[in-house]
């Protein structure tokens, strides 16, 4: 299994070198770059945003970033100073060409140096230091309660298949599977808070504003009471899939020989679904735990932090994508696949430990 690791972890290199690549040559090819951006301020705010850019040059360099495809000919044509043009380019290290920018980059990223967001005050890992308690409590949450509703239930709905309970429970799972759970979200603001029904839950933030004033015991209860509609909008939309792998899983399970067997022995009933099925159903569905983590952590929470205000990572990559911040798109796209794919291979591990008959190493060769 040693050997098996070492192999992943050399692995994660190239994978991460190539994700990254394409990246940023996807990026490269996007119109409006953050000097087109930059310019944009200025012929709406004109002296406001020139001044604002040009007294501050001391970050040039530090995060390199892609430029936008207009020359500064046509920028120039557009009555815009060349001079500030060239100051522009850099400030933002636009002066090289693309490959030797994107070798500084890695360069950086390697050392974990992400440098300073093009558009908002601080480096880049200060913004996602500050935006990740809110993302954390939402994946955590989110997760955990997806398992305890959707792996009960799904054992369920397998040892009644074809029944009553089972067939309602259907129709519930195709309706959380089908809607968004941002519709969700905006259907519990409407009935509980405050929309045209109910106001027994909070719209907006992880706190309340007088949070630092209160004690322990009532933070906590101030914080869940701020977590109970963002995160219960997710588990609805999120439970459906694990449910019906679930269930799938052990419905396999429960037709093979071995159970049959056991049975034959005079098993009881729960003896042989939690004594010898369920480790065997469950492989599947424990193992995606950190895949799943990070599904719900970095993809499924845009549209939920927008409407209940919760300002999270899925919002600061939003925000960075419509504004090319690419210093904040490059390093959190490095930072998360990274992480990313170093869980996906602590899922593998946890196959062998859930079911230790599993041999990766010696699969491969």
Same mark, same amino acid.
């Given at each position: 299994?040693?050997?098996?690791?070492?192999?992943? +972890?050399?692995?994660?290199?190239?994978?991460?070198?190539?994700?990254? *690549?394409?990246?940023?040559?996807?990026?490269?090819?996007? $119109?409006? !770059? $953050?000097?087109?951006?930059? %310019?944009?301020?200025?012929?709406?705010?004109?002296?406001?945003?020139?001044?604002?850019?040009?007294?501050?040059?001391?970050?040039? #360099?530090?995060? /390199?970033?892609?430029?936008?495809?207009?020359?500064?000919?046509?920028?120039? @044509?557009?009555?815009?100073? $060349?001079?500030? %043009?060239?100051?522009?380019?850099?400030?933002? #290290?636009?002066?090289? /060409?693309?490959?030797?920018?994107?070798?500084?980059?890695?360069?950086?990223?390697?050392?974990?140096?992400?440098?300073?967001?093009?558009?908002?005050?601080?480096?880049?890992?200060?913004?996602?230091?500050?935006?990740?308690?809110?993302?954390?409590?939402?994946?955590? =949450?989110?997760?955990?309660?997806?398992?305890?509703?959707?792996?009960?239930?799904?054992?369920?709905?397998?040892?009644?298949?074809?029944?009553?309970?089972?067939?309602?429970?259907?129709?519930?799972?195709?309706?959380?599977?089908?809607? /968004?759970?941002?519709?969700? @979200?905006?259907?519990?603001?409407? &009935?509980?808070?405050?929309?045209?029904?109910?106001? =027994?839950?909070?719209?907006?933030?992880?706190?309340?504003?007088?949070?630092?004033?209160?004690?322990?015991?009532?933070?906590? +209860?101030?914080?869940?009471?701020?977590?109970? +509609? $963002? *995160?219960?909008?997710?588990?609805?939309?999120?439970?459906?899939?694990?449910?019906?792998?679930?269930?799938?899983?052990?419905?396999?399970?429960?037709?093979?020989?071995?159970? &049959?067997?056991?049975?034959?022995?005079?098993?009881?009933?729960?003896?042989?679904?939690?004594?010898?099925?369920?480790?065997?159903?469950?492989?599947?569905?424990?193992?995606?735990? /950190?895949?799943?983590?990070?599904?719900? &952590?970095?993809?499924?929470?845009?549209?939920?932090? %927008?409407?209940?205000?919760?300002?999270?990572?899925?919002?600061? !990559?939003?925000?960075?994508?419509?504004?090319?911040?690419?210093?904040?798109?490059?390093?959190?796209?490095?930072?998360?696949?990274?992480?990313? +794919?170093?869980?996906?291979?602590?899922?593998?591990?946890?196959?062998?430990?859930?079911?230790?008959?599993?041999?990766?190493?010696?699969?491969?060769?």
């Amino acid at each position: 299994m040693t050997a098996y690791i070492l192999k992943r +972890l050399l692995l994660i290199i190239p994978t991460l070198f190539a994700i990254m *690549v394409l990246n940023f040559v996807i990026m490269q090819a996007a $119109p409006g !770059g $953050p000097i087109d951006q930059i %310019i944009a301020q200025i012929g709406g705010q004109n002296t406001d945003a020139t001044a604002r850019i040009s007294g501050n040059t001391s970050g040039a #360099g530090e995060a /390199p970033a892609v430029s936008s495809d207009g020359s500064a000919a046509t920028r120039g @044509a557009r009555g815009l100073d $060349p001079e500030l %043009i060239e100051r522009l380019e850099r400030q933002f #290290g636009f002066d090289k /060409p693309m490959h030797e920018r994107f070798i500084d980059m890695i360069g950086n990223y390697i050392r974990f140096d992400f440098g300073e967001s093009f558009f908002k005050s601080g480096s880049v890992v200060d913004l996602v230091l500050d935006k990740m308690p809110v993302s954390i409590s939402l994946g955590i =949450w989110t997760t955990l309660l997806v398992y305890l509703i959707s792996i009960p239930l799904g054992i369920r709905k397998a040892v009644r298949d074809g029944s009553p309970f089972d067939v309602w429970t259907s129709g519930v799972i195709i309706v959380g599977y089908a809607i /968004p759970g941002f519709l969700f @979200a905006v259907l519990l603001i409407v &009935l509980f808070a405050g929309g045209s029904f109910l106001q =027994w839950f909070p719209l907006r933030g992880l706190v309340s504003d007088n949070w630092e004033e209160l004690t322990w015991g009532a933070r906590i +209860l101030d914080y869940l009471w701020h977590m109970v +509609l $963002p *995160v219960t909008a997710m588990v609805i939309g999120g439970f459906a899939s694990l449910t019906m792998l679930t269930k799938n899983s052990f419905l396999d399970e429960i037709n093979k020989q071995y159970v &049959l067997t056991a049975r034959a022995k005079g098993l009881g009933e729960r003896s042989v679904l939690y004594g010898h099925v369920f480790r065997n159903a469950m492989l599947i569905v424990v193992a995606g735990f /950190p895949s799943a983590f990070v599904s719900v &952590l970095f993809t499924g929470a845009l549209f939920v932090e %927008i409407i209940f205000s919760l300002d999270g990572l899925g919002l600061l !990559g939003f925000e960075a994508a419509i504004s090319r911040d690419y210093p904040v798109i490059f390093a959190t796209l490095y930072f998360f696949t990274l992480l990313g +794919l170093l869980l996906n291979l602590l899922g593998d591990v946890m196959y062998t430990i859930i079911d230790p008959r599993i041999d990766f190493e010696s699969r491969e060769g």
